[in-house]
Structures are given as C-alpha cells and as structure tokens.
C-alpha cells in the first residue's frame, strides 16, 4: 500500500514537473523567440501589413475595403460566408467562397446586376462603358470574399469616372495606376494586380497636389 501511494506521488510529481516544463518551453519561451524573430526581420508582415496615411493606421494591404465613393477607385465585390451586423465599415464576418455553381441562378443573377451597376457608375456622357469590357474581377468575389487588389483591367475601366469626379486628365490617372500596378509573384505566379487601398491612398494626395 505503501510503495502504492509512492509510486503515485512520484508519478504526479513527474508530471506535474513535465506539465511546468512544457508550459515554458510552448507558451513562453517559444512564442517569445517566434515573436522576436518575426519583429527583427519582417516587423510589417508581423504586424499585419498595415497601411499608413495622415499619421495613422487606414487599414491592411492584405484585407479589402467596401465603401468608398465614387470619387475613388472601387474593388472587388465582397461575398463572404457572413455579415457582420455590429461593425458596419468591415461587413464582412466569414471569410470564404459563396461556393456556388457558375450556372446558379443567384449567382448568375448577381453578377449580372453587378456588371450593370459597374457599367452604370463609370458611363458618362462623353465615355460609354460597354458591357464586354466588364473584366471577372469588377463582376465577382474571390476566393476569401476579402482580395485587396484589383486587376489592371478594372482599374483601367473606372480611370474615366475617377479622373472627371477629382479633376485630373486621364493620362495622369492612368500613369497613377501604372505606378501602382504589381507584376506577378516572382515573375510567373498569380496575375498583375493593384492594391486598391494603396492607389486611393495615392489618388487623394495626388488629388491634394492638384487642387490645393
């Protein structure tokens, strides 16, 4: 009975002494080193890649926005998996595909609607935006709901509407959007892109130059 309640004493005592080791090891010293290292070589990535402008935090180049008006350059539809109905300037909740069928009728519904509002917004009365010129990207979601760029097409299309509404000549516009525009990941991945909240960041202080 004895050697028994030994035993088992020095059993707990031996995990207990394992339990406080590990937790050290993964809950302390481990975070500690990864957060160091993550801080001494990539303080941006580690932070959140966030964006800067007037002094202050406008938000991530990872994460898309909604809302901004039509003086700005507008991105990709955002259909997540869920609504946030509390925080209203980040609507979306859920990140993911709605994961419907490219002949789903909601689907086929929305991006129809969707291709007559971008037709819409950037026609005026001197530039007709024709509906074959409508590029996937202006029309549909991607994969995460939440895409921060753009491609240059759907930049290029909305140049007209942005450059009457602030002032500026088309080829300063279109010279913005160039600068802006990223090549694919290193030389074959992905497509070129611009980030959306970067070149409206861009936009407004070229906005500020020109009409002080």
């Known amino acids: 009975m ?3 309640v030994t035993n088992t004493a020095r059993l707990l005592g031996a995990g207990l002494r394992a ?4 937790t050290l090891v993964t809950g302390v010293i481990y ?3 990864v957060t160091g ?3 001494g070589l990539f303080p941006g990535k580690a932070n959140g890649s966030e964006v800067r402008a007037d002094g202050r935090v406008v938000g991530s180049s990872l994460i898309g926005q909604q809302g901004y008006s ?3 350059f507008q991105p990709r539809p955002a259909n997540g998996l869920g609504e946030n109905s509390v925080n209203t300037q980040y609507k979306l909740l859920l990140s ?3 994961n419907l069928s490219a002949d789903n009728d909601k689907l086929v519904t929305s991006v129809e609607a969707a291709k007559a509002k ?3 917004d950037n026609s005026t009365a001197d530039h007709r935006v024709r509906p074959s010129q409508v590029p996937a990207d ?3 979601s991607s994969g995460s709901g939440l895409d921060p760029d753009i491609s240059p097409a759907y930049a290029g299309l909305q140049v007209h509407r942005v450059a009457e509404r602030n002032g500026l000549t088309d080829a300063r516009l279109r010279k913005l959007v160039d600068e802006h525009t990223e090549g694919r990941t290193l030389g074959f991945i992905g497509e070129p892109r611009v980030n959306v909240l970067e070149l409206n960041i861009a936009l407004k202080d070229l906005v500020a130059k020109a009409h002080p």
């Open 31 to 33: 975070p500690l080193v």
């Open 70 to 72: 039509l003086d700005y």
């Open 37 to 39: 290292v993550a801080q």
């Open 96 to 98: 993911g595909a709605t």
């Open 2 to 4: 004895k050697n028994s």
């Open 138 to 140: 202006a029309v549909t």
């Open 19 to 22: 339990l406080l080791v590990l």
């Open 118 to 120: 971008v037709v819409r």
